[in-house]
C-alpha cells in the first residue's frame, strides 16, 4: 500500500498571503512510461463533497482559480495557494491515483484564516 | 450538470446489512467507472470500493472485502453498495464518486449518505 502523509495537519494563513501544503507517499507515484505523477489535490468545504482541483500533481481542473498550483514529482508534492482568499477555508487532502483503483488518500490539511 | 444523489444510510445495529444507492445524472453512466469513497467521523477519507464501467470487475479495501457488494445498473444510470455484517468501524460519510479516464480518476463526488452502525 502507498501511505499519503501531509504536513502540517493545521494552517493557519493571512489573507492575502500564500499557503503550502506539503503532501508524501511512500513510494514514487511517478509512472514511468509516461512521466506522469498519479498525484491529485481536493477541496472540502464544510458541508460540501470533495472538489478535484489539481491533477496529475499539477493540471488545475476547468475552473479552477490559478491562484492554486501543484508541483512536485515522485514522492514529494507541494499544493500552494498563492494569495489565500476567504472562500479557500477548507479541508485539503491528496491522492494517489497510482494503484488505482486502491486509491490512499492523505489525512487532510485544515486550512484557516 | 453532473450530479450523484446518495440514499440508503441509516442507524444499523452490528451485524447487520443496508444497502447504499447512487443515482446517476448529466453524464453517460456507462462509460465511467464508479468508486465508494466514506469517511468516518474527525476521520480522513477511506476508499472503500471501486466498479468498472460495465460492472464485470469489482475491487475492495481490505477492510470490506467479503462483507461489501458493490454493483451498478447502467440502465437505470444507479451505483449500489450492499453492506452486511457491519461494525462499529463502518461507521461513516458514505460517497459515491465518478471516475474519468483510464486511470479512474475520481472527478466528481456525490453528498454522502451517513451510515451509523450501533446497537
Known amino acids: 500500500d502507498i501511505v499519503m502523509t501531509q504536513s502540517p495537519d493545521s494552517l493557519a494563513v493571512s489573507l492575502g498571503e500564500r499557503a503550502t501544503i506539503s503532501c508524501k507517499s511512500s513510494?514514487?507515484?511517478?509512472?514511468?512510461?509516461?512521466?506522469?505523477?498519479?498525484l491529485a489535490w481536493y477541496q472540502r468545504k464544510p458541508g460540501q463533497p470533495p472538489k478535484l482541483l489539481i491533477s496529475w500533481a499539477s493540471t488545475r481542473e476547468s475552473g479552477v482559480p490559478d491562484r492554486f498550483s501543484g508541483s512536485g514529482s515522485g514522492t514529494d508534492f507541494t499544493l500552494t495557494i498563492s494569495s489565500l482568499q476567504a472562500e479557500d477555508v477548507a479541508v485539503y487532502y491528496c491522492?494517489?491515483?497510482?494503484?488505482?483503483?486502491?486509491?490512499?488518500f492523505g489525512q487532510g490539511t485544515k486550512l484557516e484564516i | 450538470e453532473v450530479q450523484l444523489l446518495d440514499s440508503g444510510g441509516g442507524l444499523v445495529q452490528p451485524g447487520g446489512s443496508l444497502r447504499l444507492s447512487c443515482a446517476a445524472s448529466?453524464?453517460?453512466?456507462?462509460?465511467?467507472?464508479m468508486t465508494w469513497v466514506r469517511q468516518a467521523p474527525g476521520k480522513g477519507l477511506q476508499w472503500v470500493s471501486s466498479i468498472s464501467p460495465s460492472g464485470n470487475n469489482t475491487y475492495y479495501a481490505d477492510s470490506v472485502k467479503g462483507r461489501f457488494t458493490i454493483s451498478r445498473d447502467n440502465f437505470r444510470n444507479t451505483l449500489y453498495l450492499q453492506m452486511s455484517g457491519l461494525r462499529a468501524e463502518d461507521t461513516a460519510l458514505y460517497s459515491c464518486?465518478?471516475?474519468?479516464?483510464?486511470?479512474?480518476?475520481?472527478?466528481?463526488w456525490g453528498q454522502g449518505t451517513l451510515v451509523t452502525v450501533s446497537s
Open positions: 448529466g453524464f453517460t453512466f456507462r462509460n465511467n467507472a
Open positions: 491522492q494517489q491515483y497510482y494503484t488505482t483503483p486502491e486509491y490512499s
Open positions: 464518486a465518478k471516475t474519468r479516464g483510464d486511470q479512474w480518476l475520481i472527478s466528481f
Open positions: 513510494r514514487s507515484v511517478l509512472y514511468s512510461s509516461n512521466n506522469k505523477n498519479y
